[in-house]
Structure formats: C-alpha cells, structure tokens
C-alpha cells in the first residue's frame, strides 16, 4: 500500500455510548451527594489551589460524569483538602469525600 | 347579601382579589400593614418584559377599587374561629368575616445574611430593589460617593438556589429582572460595562428570551459563575471573584458597583397567622396549598384560600391570575354555605 502520509485523526468527541463510567457510579454510591452539582463553580472560584495551578474541582467532577477518569484522577492531586469548597458549595456536596475517593480509586487502579 | 370576606394584604394579589370580590358583591376588608397599598411592586420603576412604568399596573389596582373596607397600618395578629366564621384581630379590633383570603406576599431575601457578598459591609453592593429606587429617583445608578459607575456587575440567585442560607428554590423572576436592569443601566450609561453573573438563565415568560437578546445585543457580558466573594478596593470599587465555568478558570474583575439579585422569601410574619389557622408551611417556607395543580388557591382549612406570592415566587401576573381563582372559589364555597 503506498503511504500517502495521511493518517486518521483521532476522535474528538465525548461518546457516551462507550463511556467507562464505572468511576462516577462508585463515587456516587459511596457519596450520593456527588449527583447534586449544579456548576455553579462556587468550588472552583473559593479553591486555593485553583489560584495557581490549572484546578477546577468542578471540571473535575466533569470529566468523571463523563468517563474521563483519567484526567480527573491526576487532577485530584492538586487538591491540598482545606475545605473551603465545601463551605461554599450551594447543593451541600461533600467535596472532600469527593476528592478522597477519586483518590482511593488512584490506588486501586 | 352581606356576606364579608377578609384579604390580608394589600400588594398586587390582595389588590385584585378585593377587586374581584367586590364586584361579586361582597363586603371586602383590606387589611394592610404598611401605611400604602400596592406592596413590593410600588417600590419598583419598570417591570419586565415590557419595560412600562410599574405605577400604571398599581394605580391600575388601586383606582379599580371603591367599596372596600381598607385599613392600612394593620398588621393581622390573629384569626380564630367562630361558629363557622372568622375572626381577624388587629390593632385591637375585632372584625367578623366569612372568609380568608391570604395575599401575604413574601420579603426580599435579607442579603447581608450573604456575608461573603459584602452587603451592609462594602458602601457600594447594594440590592436590586435600591438599584430599582436609584431608577425612580435619578434615572440612572449612583456609586455613594456621589460618582457614576462606569463598571457593573449583576449577581444572580442571592437567596435562592441556596441551601447555605436555606433558600433551595429559584425564585424565577430574578432573571429576568437583572437582564432588564442591566439593559437600563446601559441605556442610562451607554459607555459603561455591564456584566451578569449568573449559573442558568431562567426565561421563562412571554418577551423574556427577547430581552436576553436585546442585553446581548445592548453589549451585556454575560459571565457563567456563581460570585464566591467580594472584596473592597480602593476608592470604594468592589473586586468580586467567580470560577468562569465556560473556560474552568478563577476569574476576578474589579467594579464600581455590585448589584446582589435578592430573591423571594417567605415572610416570617405570615408563620404566625399560619399556626392560627392550623396550616402548614411547605418545603420551601411559604404557604402550603391544597393542591398544587388542581386546587392551587385553596388551603386545606376551611374558607382560608390564597393568592400571590405568600405561595412562592410569582411574577405580577400569576399573582393577578391567582387572585381572580381565589375570588372565584371564596364565592364557590360561600354560595354552598
């Protein structure tokens, strides 16, 4: 076959029918409060962290809702847990629990 | 026929229904605690969607009444039962009536209980409903220090959408009233910069999705953050901080004036006249009524009915509509009595 030396783009979109959303069901069963975020960014625009490094907890949970555990997880460890998303939050998510069990799911993947 | 029917408060909602009651031919007393009808709507400029003076709707109402009792000053400490009848104390006196009709309304959420947001605190946050009396009295808004803004921020759902400061509903008609202010102010201030924070915007009504349109096209920026805090700056000027969701990053802007979207909340001096009657309270706090869908100015004590936004957020015509259902049954059931 002669190389013209294209190549087929990787695909750039968000497909649900073969998202892993075994992360989201875990965290949501072990902290149902993780379902009730509206995305208001409350979290992310209190968070210390998010200051200075690329961190948004909000886009954090995004991105799990949506099977892109990967990014998430290595996102959580920017999270220094001081809480202040937590006292911030509108629907009362327990945002700490949330980012211990990203994190517990790093361990045992 | 000499029937006598007792509306307890005199805003959009009481206006109409002792309209409509009387015109069917009752004895109406209008008790009102303020010293003026036409409640929270004659402190207000213009109403959306339609942008008209809100004095023509309530000078509407209030000329459209001739024969009811009003006693303005009032506040209704208590209602007892009696012999299948009512009696309504207050300031002292004793008035027998057939029927209740509560058209208590609500108060505009207290925003200092947002402490974060700087309300009572920072010279230049204010509510949207100061903003709506710098709009009656100067026709445009005024920093404190006498300066016009030249930078404006809008902040949605203060007091709703909250279980911090336990206000977990939308209280709707906020929206769209911040989307119209925000078209005055930059109508007032054609070279000022107007932003909107907001998380979703509601628009609901008829002329509301235009008006949305019309502040995009005005040159409103629209930002999609719920505000975490504000800070002072110097020369009174309000540094507030939000995540800006669209692009997942901490944004700030500094501005000269903040205007916090104070939402409804049920009116704690309507709680007591609650307990009076045996009723509940809903979820939210305001009046729980019989059947949401089917029987939705009905209470579930006999010859008590409601109207208005003493039932939740209401725009002016849901409560007029309200009112009109309300005076209806009070005549159903006192007709079958």
Redesign the interface.
Known sequence: MVNFGYTILPVHILDLDKADLNLAKAITFDEPSFKLC??????????TA??FT?F?F??MCHHIKRGESTQAIDESEKCMLCGKCT??????VNTRNIIRLVRKAKQTL | MNKTVAVIGGGVAGLETSIQLEKLGYNVYLFEKNSQLGGHAEKWDRLFPSRRHASEVIDSLKNRINNVQINLATQVNDIKRENGAFLVDANGKSQKVDAIVLTTGFELFPANKKEEYGYGIFENVITSAELESMFSSNGKPQMVDGNTPTKVAFIHCVGSRDEKVNRPYCSKVCCVTAVKQAIEVKEALPSSEVYCLYMDLRMFGPGYEDLYKDAQVKGVTFIRGRLSETSELEGGRVLIKAEDTLSSKPLKISVDMVILMVGMSPLPSTEKLLKNLELEPNNDGFIQVKDYHLEPTHTKAEGVFVAGACTGPNNITDSVNAAHSAALEVHKYLTSK
């Open positions: 509206i995305a208001c960014g409350s979290c992310s625009a209190t968070c998010g200051t690329k948004s909000r886009q006292l911030a939050c509108p629907r009362n």
